[in-house]
Antibody, heavy 117, light 108 residues
Protein backbone atom coordinates (compact mmCIF):
# COMPACT_ATOMS: atom_id res chain seq x y z
CA UNK A 1 0.00 0.00 0.00
CA UNK A 2 1.34 3.40 -0.98
CA UNK A 3 1.84 5.65 2.03
CA UNK A 4 3.06 9.22 2.19
CA UNK A 5 3.52 10.84 5.58
CA UNK A 6 4.40 14.52 5.87
CA UNK A 7 6.00 16.11 8.90
CA UNK A 8 7.77 19.29 9.91
CA UNK A 9 4.91 21.76 9.86
CA UNK A 10 4.27 24.25 12.62
CA UNK A 11 4.13 27.89 13.60
CA UNK A 12 6.89 30.14 12.28
CA UNK A 13 7.39 33.89 12.24
CA UNK A 14 7.40 35.88 8.99
CA UNK A 15 10.86 35.71 7.45
CA UNK A 16 11.59 32.41 9.14
CA UNK A 17 12.41 28.99 7.76
CA UNK A 18 10.94 25.53 7.97
CA UNK A 19 11.82 22.16 6.45
CA UNK A 20 9.07 19.74 5.54
CA UNK A 21 9.64 16.03 5.07
CA UNK A 22 7.61 13.34 3.37
CA UNK A 23 8.32 9.69 4.18
CA UNK A 24 7.29 7.30 1.42
CA UNK A 25 6.59 3.59 1.61
CA UNK A 26 4.79 0.84 -0.31
CA UNK A 27 6.38 1.61 -3.67
CA UNK A 28 9.78 2.04 -5.32
CA UNK A 29 10.33 5.67 -4.38
CA UNK A 30 13.30 6.14 -6.71
CA UNK A 31 11.13 5.37 -9.75
CA UNK A 32 8.61 8.18 -9.35
CA UNK A 33 8.58 11.94 -9.62
CA UNK A 34 7.09 13.77 -6.67
CA UNK A 35 5.34 17.05 -5.98
CA UNK A 36 4.40 19.43 -3.20
CA UNK A 37 0.92 20.96 -3.29
CA UNK A 38 -0.53 23.36 -0.74
CA UNK A 39 -3.94 24.53 0.33
CA UNK A 40 -4.51 27.73 2.25
CA UNK A 41 -7.30 27.59 4.85
CA UNK A 42 -10.67 27.50 3.11
CA UNK A 43 -9.08 27.86 -0.33
CA UNK A 44 -8.31 25.69 -3.33
CA UNK A 45 -5.27 23.66 -4.28
CA UNK A 46 -2.01 25.27 -5.42
CA UNK A 47 0.87 23.31 -6.91
CA UNK A 48 4.19 24.29 -5.33
CA UNK A 49 7.02 22.20 -6.77
CA UNK A 50 7.98 19.14 -8.83
CA UNK A 51 11.06 16.92 -8.72
CA UNK A 52 11.85 14.11 -11.12
CA UNK A 53 12.80 10.63 -9.92
CA UNK A 54 16.54 11.29 -10.22
CA UNK A 55 16.35 14.95 -9.10
CA UNK A 56 17.58 16.01 -12.53
CA UNK A 57 14.50 18.12 -13.24
CA UNK A 58 12.97 20.55 -10.75
CA UNK A 59 10.21 23.11 -11.17
CA UNK A 60 8.66 25.69 -8.86
CA UNK A 61 5.57 27.82 -8.86
CA UNK A 62 6.39 31.48 -9.38
CA UNK A 63 4.97 32.24 -5.92
CA UNK A 64 7.77 30.27 -4.20
CA UNK A 65 10.65 30.47 -6.68
CA UNK A 66 13.84 31.62 -5.02
CA UNK A 67 12.49 30.93 -1.52
CA UNK A 68 11.65 27.22 -1.50
CA UNK A 69 13.90 24.29 -2.41
CA UNK A 70 12.65 20.79 -3.17
CA UNK A 71 14.94 17.79 -2.77
CA UNK A 72 14.80 14.06 -2.25
CA UNK A 73 16.89 11.24 -0.82
CA UNK A 74 16.09 8.05 -2.67
CA UNK A 75 18.16 6.00 -0.24
CA UNK A 76 15.92 7.19 2.59
CA UNK A 77 12.66 7.15 0.58
CA UNK A 78 12.14 10.76 1.54
CA UNK A 79 11.07 14.02 -0.06
CA UNK A 80 11.83 17.45 1.38
CA UNK A 81 10.78 21.05 1.03
CA UNK A 82 13.07 23.71 2.49
CA UNK A 83 11.06 26.88 2.94
CA UNK A 84 12.89 30.16 3.58
CA UNK A 85 11.75 33.79 3.85
CA UNK A 86 8.28 32.64 4.80
CA UNK A 87 5.34 35.01 4.39
CA UNK A 88 1.85 35.07 5.82
CA UNK A 89 0.51 33.98 2.43
CA UNK A 90 2.51 30.73 2.70
CA UNK A 91 0.18 29.61 5.50
CA UNK A 92 -1.38 26.38 4.26
CA UNK A 93 -1.62 22.64 4.56
CA UNK A 94 1.26 21.21 2.55
CA UNK A 95 0.76 17.87 0.82
CA UNK A 96 3.31 15.65 -0.85
CA UNK A 97 1.96 13.77 -3.85
CA UNK A 98 3.30 11.02 -6.09
CA UNK A 99 2.76 11.13 -9.80
CA UNK A 100 0.57 8.58 -11.57
CA UNK A 101 0.59 8.86 -15.34
CA UNK A 102 -0.01 12.61 -15.83
CA UNK A 103 -1.72 13.22 -12.51
CA UNK A 104 -1.11 13.21 -8.77
CA UNK A 105 -2.15 9.71 -7.88
CA UNK A 106 -1.29 9.45 -4.21
CA UNK A 107 -1.35 12.09 -1.51
CA UNK A 108 -0.20 12.31 2.07
CA UNK A 109 -2.45 13.58 4.85
CA UNK A 110 -0.77 16.98 4.86
CA UNK A 111 1.12 19.10 7.37
CA UNK A 112 0.00 22.56 8.47
CA UNK A 113 2.37 25.49 8.17
CA UNK A 114 1.30 28.70 9.90
CA UNK A 115 3.29 31.87 9.31
CA UNK A 116 2.40 34.45 11.91
CA UNK A 117 3.99 36.73 14.47
CA UNK B 1 0.27 29.85 -17.27
CA UNK B 2 -2.73 27.79 -18.26
CA UNK B 3 -5.82 28.88 -16.36
CA UNK B 4 -8.59 26.39 -15.57
CA UNK B 5 -12.16 27.56 -15.06
CA UNK B 6 -14.72 25.29 -13.40
CA UNK B 7 -18.47 25.61 -13.56
CA UNK B 8 -20.72 25.80 -11.77
CA UNK B 9 -19.09 26.93 -8.53
CA UNK B 10 -21.77 25.07 -6.58
CA UNK B 11 -24.07 22.29 -7.70
CA UNK B 12 -27.03 21.45 -5.47
CA UNK B 13 -28.45 18.03 -6.18
CA UNK B 14 -30.22 15.14 -4.48
CA UNK B 15 -28.91 11.58 -4.06
CA UNK B 16 -29.62 9.57 -7.17
CA UNK B 17 -29.40 12.56 -9.50
CA UNK B 18 -26.83 13.00 -12.24
CA UNK B 19 -24.04 15.53 -11.74
CA UNK B 20 -22.26 17.21 -14.64
CA UNK B 21 -19.18 19.29 -13.81
CA UNK B 22 -17.28 21.37 -16.36
CA UNK B 23 -13.64 22.39 -16.62
CA UNK B 24 -12.36 24.71 -19.32
CA UNK B 25 -8.68 25.46 -20.06
CA UNK B 26 -7.37 28.78 -21.36
CA UNK B 27 -5.40 26.87 -23.99
CA UNK B 28 -5.18 23.27 -25.13
CA UNK B 29 -3.93 20.76 -22.58
CA UNK B 30 -4.43 17.81 -24.94
CA UNK B 31 -5.77 15.02 -22.69
CA UNK B 32 -3.58 15.91 -19.70
CA UNK B 33 -6.52 16.65 -17.44
CA UNK B 34 -7.28 15.03 -14.10
CA UNK B 35 -10.15 15.24 -11.62
CA UNK B 36 -9.94 15.03 -7.84
CA UNK B 37 -12.46 14.74 -5.05
CA UNK B 38 -11.84 16.36 -1.68
CA UNK B 39 -13.90 16.00 1.47
CA UNK B 40 -13.51 18.29 4.51
CA UNK B 41 -10.36 17.56 6.49
CA UNK B 42 -9.10 15.04 3.93
CA UNK B 43 -6.46 15.04 1.23
CA UNK B 44 -7.64 15.13 -2.38
CA UNK B 45 -8.27 11.79 -4.05
CA UNK B 46 -7.57 11.15 -7.71
CA UNK B 47 -10.69 10.12 -9.62
CA UNK B 48 -9.84 10.50 -13.32
CA UNK B 49 -6.53 10.92 -15.14
CA UNK B 50 -5.77 11.64 -18.79
CA UNK B 51 -9.29 13.04 -19.17
CA UNK B 52 -11.17 9.74 -19.17
CA UNK B 53 -9.31 7.03 -17.25
CA UNK B 54 -10.66 6.06 -13.85
CA UNK B 55 -8.06 5.65 -11.12
CA UNK B 56 -7.83 2.37 -9.26
CA UNK B 57 -10.81 1.73 -7.02
CA UNK B 58 -12.96 4.54 -8.38
CA UNK B 59 -16.58 3.48 -8.95
CA UNK B 60 -17.92 3.27 -12.48
CA UNK B 61 -20.48 6.01 -11.77
CA UNK B 62 -17.61 8.49 -12.21
CA UNK B 63 -16.65 9.21 -15.80
CA UNK B 64 -14.59 11.84 -17.55
CA UNK B 65 -14.61 13.13 -21.10
CA UNK B 66 -13.17 15.85 -23.30
CA UNK B 67 -9.92 16.95 -24.85
CA UNK B 68 -8.19 20.17 -25.80
CA UNK B 69 -9.86 22.88 -23.75
CA UNK B 70 -13.23 21.48 -22.64
CA UNK B 71 -13.68 18.67 -20.15
CA UNK B 72 -16.52 17.12 -18.19
CA UNK B 73 -16.77 15.00 -15.07
CA UNK B 74 -20.02 13.10 -14.79
CA UNK B 75 -21.35 11.31 -11.74
CA UNK B 76 -24.18 9.18 -13.11
CA UNK B 77 -26.14 8.74 -9.89
CA UNK B 78 -25.03 10.58 -6.76
CA UNK B 79 -24.36 8.54 -3.66
CA UNK B 80 -24.34 10.21 -0.20
CA UNK B 81 -20.54 9.94 -0.06
CA UNK B 82 -20.14 11.87 -3.34
CA UNK B 83 -21.03 15.24 -1.84
CA UNK B 84 -17.68 16.99 -1.82
CA UNK B 85 -15.53 19.50 -3.69
CA UNK B 86 -14.18 18.49 -7.09
CA UNK B 87 -11.07 19.96 -8.69
CA UNK B 88 -9.70 19.63 -12.18
CA UNK B 89 -5.95 19.84 -12.80
CA UNK B 90 -3.84 20.09 -15.94
CA UNK B 91 -0.28 19.13 -16.65
CA UNK B 92 0.47 20.12 -20.19
CA UNK B 93 3.96 19.95 -18.79
CA UNK B 94 5.26 19.42 -15.26
CA UNK B 95 6.75 22.94 -15.32
CA UNK B 96 3.42 24.53 -14.44
CA UNK B 97 0.68 22.35 -13.05
CA UNK B 98 -2.51 24.26 -12.33
CA UNK B 99 -5.77 23.44 -10.61
CA UNK B 100 -9.22 24.80 -11.20
CA UNK B 101 -11.00 26.68 -8.38
CA UNK B 102 -13.27 23.73 -7.62
CA UNK B 103 -16.94 22.83 -7.83
CA UNK B 104 -18.78 22.08 -4.62
CA UNK B 105 -21.46 19.41 -4.95
CA UNK B 106 -23.83 19.76 -2.05
CA UNK B 107 -27.10 18.20 -0.99
CA UNK B 108 -30.24 19.92 -2.20
Amino acid sequence: EVQLVESGGGLVQPGGSLRLSCAASGFTFSSYSMNWVRQAPGKGLEWVSYISSSSSTIYYADSVKGRFTISRDNAKNSLYLQMNSLRAEDTAVYYCARTLQNALGYWGQGTLVTVSS
Amino acid sequence: EIVLTQSPATLSLSPGERATLSCRASQSVSSYLAWYQQKPGQAPRLLIYDASNRATGIPARFSGSGSGTDFTLTISSLEPEDFAVYYCQQRSNWRGITFGPGTKVDIK
